[in-house]
């Protein structure tokens, strides 16, 4: 059974805007965000015939789903949505400013140069990010890299299970947890670094293998 996976950002949200995290919170795609998702669906017309599509359950990645399949003509498929390819979980940091996360994980971690503290975490060999804020985290209920990959890893395992055919796949998801699911199938394809809101990302998958077949990737 072979799957080739049109990995997919959501479009840009109100958060996105103005810096903040949203994890498994969510806000509104902008119409700069709608407009995106629907040239990217005009982009995938006569292309590319879907024979499935996810979502994670956040509604800026439904949306973004309903508006390339509509714009792609093919607004008839279902969608389902998969709970486990949802956004890292932030816990108690969830809605707060980015930099200001950024400045709390540089300081826990003894880095007074915050830029330089971002250097090293986007070039390091695992989510320095996420290891700070699980610790740090007044609620407890940010997740660990290993939960976060982890659950990514079975809802990716979940989406196999619903296309036993195979064949071309929509799946809209988020910039951290697209990440992760590059890593974890590459170490050295990206940099802890989300892409940019609606890039489409291509993956392989075939005898129980991921492959990813974009190259180029472009970050935020």
């Excluded at 407009?35 to 005009?42: D, E, P, Y």
């Excluded at 971690?109 to 989510?127: C, I, K, P």
């Amino acid at each position: 059974m072979e799957i080739t996976l049109y990995l997919v950002r959501h479009g840009k949200t109100v958060f996105n805007t103005v810096g903040r995290l949203q994890g498994w919170s969510d806000s509104p795609l902008t119409q700069e965000g709608r407009a995106a998702a629907s040239a990217l669906g005009s982009s995938l017309k006569g292309e590319v015939v879907f024979d499935a599509a996810f979502a994670s359950t956040s509604p800026r990645a439904l949306e973004t789903a309903r508006l390339v399949l509509q714009a792609a003509d093919q607004a008839a498929l279902q969608i389902t949505p998969l709970e486990a390819l949802c956004e890292y979980c932030f816990g108690g940091f969830e809605g707060e400013k980015r930099q200001t996360v950024y400045e709390m994980a540089a300081a826990h971690q003894g880095e007074a140069d915050v830029e330089a503290w971002l250097n090293r975490y986007r070039h390091g060999t695992h989510n320095i990010l996420a290891e700070s804020v699980s610790i740090l985290d007044p609620l407890k209920l940010a997740e660990t890299e290993r939960q976060f990959v982890g659950r990514l890893q079975k809802g990716m395992n979940q989406l196999v299970e619903n296309v036993p055919k195979g064949g071309n796949v929509l799946l809209v998801s988020h910039g951290m947890a697209i990440t992760a699911l590059l890593k974890s199938i590459d170490s050295a394809a990206v940099l802890y670094r989300s892409v940019k809101n609606t890039t489409v990302l291509k993956l392989y998958f075939n005898s129980g293998k991921w492959r990813i077949l974009s190259k180029n990737i472009q970050y935020s």
